[in-house]
């Protein structure tokens, strides 16, 4: 699914993954539905995180 694995993701890069606008990313990391946190300003997505969003999609639907 991804060729570099890193720890920690960018909103950008959490739009590219799901296919999704910047509005919908925003609103599943202040809802909770992806496990976040921000330094300052900046969101910081651990990828694990990512994974298990996709993963309970996936079982729900």
């Keep these: 699914m991804y060729n570099d ?3 920690l993701i ?3 890069e959490l739009c590219e993954i799901l296919m999704i606008g910047k509005n919908t990313a925003y609103s599943l990391l202040k809802s ?3 496990k976040s946190f921000k330094i300052n ?3 910081k997505i651990p990828r694990v995180s990512v994974d298990e969003y996709i993963k309970k999609q996936a079982q729900i639907n």
Excluded: F, P
């Design 5 to 7: 694995r890193t720890d």
């Design 10 to 12: 960018t909103i950008d």
């Design 32 to 34: 909770g539905a992806i």
């Design 41 to 43: 300003r900046v969101w």
